[in-house]
């Protein structure tokens, strides 16, 4: 790489810093695009939509987390009813489903 290569490099690595309120999927994944596939995060970077990007992935993960988690949580009885009734039972069991999921 040239030295104004490396100072465009450097500027876009910055703006990454910048990006917050991402999701834990999407940080990872963030993570995993800086380590591994550095020239697709800079292209992304580059063309501006790498926050858009990361955003989509984002809720598609959390789309495919908590649909098992909800189908889990209604099998063990943790529904609404549940939640209207003792509010803080029902926060201690979806806490301890979505830890049990969170570590699979």
């Known amino acids: ?14 703006q990454l810093k910048k990006i917050t309120s991402l999701s834990v999927y999407c940080r990872q994944h963030l993570h995993y695009l800086k380590e591994h596939k550095r020239l697709v995060c800079l292209n992304l970077l580059i063309s501006v939509s790498l926050n858009e990007y990361l955003v989509s992935l984002g809720e598609q993960a959390e789309n495919m987390f ?13 529904t609404e009813r549940l939640k209207n009734k003792n509010q803080l039972l029902w926060v201690q069991k979806m806490n301890n489903i ?4 969170r570590n699979l």
């Open 1 to 14: 790489m040239n030295y104004k290569a490396i100072i465009i490099f450097r500027v876009l690595l910055y």
């Open 66 to 78: 908590s649909r098992p988690v909800m189908e889990y949580a209604d099998r063990q009885g943790v």
């Open 98 to 101: 979505d830890r049990v999921y």
